[in-house]
């Protein structure tokens, strides 16, 4: 029996880098799940759960969800999916989320696309999106086959409403305010589980934490 090993990653990006694309690509080729936290609110704002009714108002103002909300619906998620590899896409958007997913599961590594906002915004304004599956398309980049349907099921494609130019600038504003910090906090989870992983390394070659030869251990 081949035991394949479980994938656990992060996309991160600002809103309309490109994370619900490229996911599509890596979750493929690798055969990973797809979590997008946007699509599990989008859902919910879609079948009229209570959760989605109370969150449209916020995801309409380019406003997050609260902490709390978001984490535990997205760590149960991942429960029921637990001895899958999976893909995350939205999700950590804060340090506080960020956190919980720590403590939860380790991660084997965090992607960030990195786009300027200018771009961003011409993205944006010529997406179209097939709602009950996620697929996103663009009138420039990846067209659908039929103008206005989705490739798949031959449903209507929409515009989302937190698209409108006004919400896209606030959703960037709290791109940089909340969730760029949460790079920040990856660079220093991986630089830390990277030095344990030289000290260890260390020690088991007979080279003390505070060896002169440490830099020579291939990593
Ligand atoms: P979402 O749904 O997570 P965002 O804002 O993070 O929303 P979004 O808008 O879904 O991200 P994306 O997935 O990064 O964007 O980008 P995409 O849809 O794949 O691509 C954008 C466009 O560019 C498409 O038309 C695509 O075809 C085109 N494109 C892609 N790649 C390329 C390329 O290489 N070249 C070109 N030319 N074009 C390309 O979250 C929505 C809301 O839900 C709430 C918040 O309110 C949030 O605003 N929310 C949370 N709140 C709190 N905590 C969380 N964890 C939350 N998660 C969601
Ligand atoms: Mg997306």
Not at 28 to 43: E, N, P, T, V
Not at 147 to 164: A, F, S
Request: aromatic fraction near 6%; proline fraction near 6%; glycine fraction near 6%.
């Amino acid at each position: 029996m081949v035991l394949q090993r479980v994938i656990r990653a992060v996309i991160m990006g600002p809103p309309g880098s490109g994370k619900g694309t490229v996911s599509a690509r890596i979750t493929k080729s690798f055969g990973l799940q797809h979590m997008s936290s946007g699509d599990i609110l989008r859902a919910n704002i879609k079948e009229k759960t209570e959760l989605g009714l109370l969150m449209k108002a916020c995801i309409d103002q380019g406003q997050l969800v609260p902490d709390d909300i978001m984490s535990r619906l997205i760590l149960n998620d991942l429960r029921k999916i637990d001895n899958s590899g999976w893909l995350l896409d939205g999700f950590p958007r804060t340090v506080s989320q960020a956190e919980a997913l720590d403590h939860a599961f380790s991660l084997d590594t965090v992607i960030n696309l990195n786009v300027p906002f200018q771009t961003i915004k011409e993205r944006l304004t010529s997406r179209w999106t097939h709602i009950p599956s996620g697929r996103v398309y663009n009138t420039d980049f990846n067209p659908p086959k039929v103008p206005g349907l989705d490739d798949v099921t031959g449903e209507p494609l929409v515009q989302r409403d937190d698209d409108r130019p006004e919400t896209v600038t606030r959703r960037l504003k709290s791109y940089e305010t909340q969730t760029e910090p949460v790079l920040e906090f990856y660079r220093l989870t991986f630089c830390n589980t990277r030095t344990m992983k030289i000290l260890k390394k260390a020690v088991f070659l007979g080279f003390s934490s505070k060896g002169e030869r440490q830099e020579n251990i291939p990593l």
